[in-house]
């Protein structure tokens, strides 16, 4: 499986808070089966993006882990106008890898109504938008349409795997659920912070995804689609094909 959002690089953010936690992290994704991982520092109000500073400490722990799991670099990144104007003089700044890949977090306090317009303005740029975590904020769970109009111009969805699995309650699973169902969603990640609580752990979601809606449909979702981020290649936007549930029905006697 590959994560293409977490943060597990120390002391950048709400993430890990030491480099022996930022170790322990991503040994515990890779004895998951995690194979590559984007660590993904926040840029917003409260923390500064360091680029610099990031590939200092992905490069300190490749060094550490070895084979054991890849990391790359991307970052988690908020509509605020100053962020918007330097992302759009250097497009491959904030971008996994430099490759054109932004991933879009959103204030649970407001969603731009020109989001569309700021969209477009990325895309034109040379970045692919994901919006990640969307069934986590509440106001975009009062406005599924939103997102749809969103997927059918060209921006991608991302869901926490910990919320098909019940982590943040019942409403947010169910949320989840329906966006995979109506195909919209394109990627599965951790979006880890710590070894306990937000651990860097996806097989299970794995295991869920695979058993109601199909291997193929798991796979998709936590491998290929985070391999073509990583490597910066294109995938088709809109829609998915929605998959189709697997029900497992028992016999009565």
């Known amino acids: 499986m590959i994560d293409i959002h977490s943060h597990v690089l120390w002391g950048l953010d709400d993430g890990a808070r030491t480099l022996e936690q930022s170790e322990a992290m991503l040994r515990m994704a890779a004895a998951h089966g995690t194979t590559d991982i984007v660590a993904t520092p926040h840029a917003d109000l409260q923390f500064t993006f360091q680029p610099v500073l ?17 990391i790359h670099t991307g970052c988690d990144f908020h509509l605020k106008l100053d962020n918007i104007q330097d992302a759009l003089a250097h497009p491959a700044k904030y971008s996994v890898n430099g490759r054109g890949w932004l991933l879009v977090e959103f204030s649970d306090l407001m969603i731009f109504p020109n989001t ?18 969307p069934e986590r904020n509440w106001l975009l769970r009062q406005k599924p349409e939103r997102l749809e109009a969103w997927v059918h111009q060209g921006a991608f969805l991302q869901v926490t795997g910990q919320s098909l699995l019940g982590f943040f309650g019942s ?37 869920r995804v695979s058993d109601r809606y ?12 985070p391999q073509a981020v990583i490597d910066g290649y294109k995938i088709e936007s809109g829609p998915l094909d929605p998959p189709e549930k697997r029900r497992k029905w028992l016999g009565l006697f």
């Open 214 to 225: 199909g291997a193929d449909y798991a796979e998709a979702l936590l491998k290929i689609h």
């Open 54 to 70: 990031i590939d200092e400490r992905r490069k300190e722990l490749q060094e550490r882990l070895g084979e054991t799991i890849r």
């Open 116 to 133: 569309e317009e700021i969209f477009a303005q990325l895309e034109n740029a040379g970045m692919r938008v994901i919006v990640t975590h």
């Open 171 to 207: 409403d947010v699973r169910k949320f989840s659920e329906s966006l995979i169902e109506k195909g919209w969603v394109h990627f599965l990640a951790s979006d880890a912070h710590d070894t306990k609580r937000r651990p860097p752990v996806l097989d299970q979601t794995w295991k």
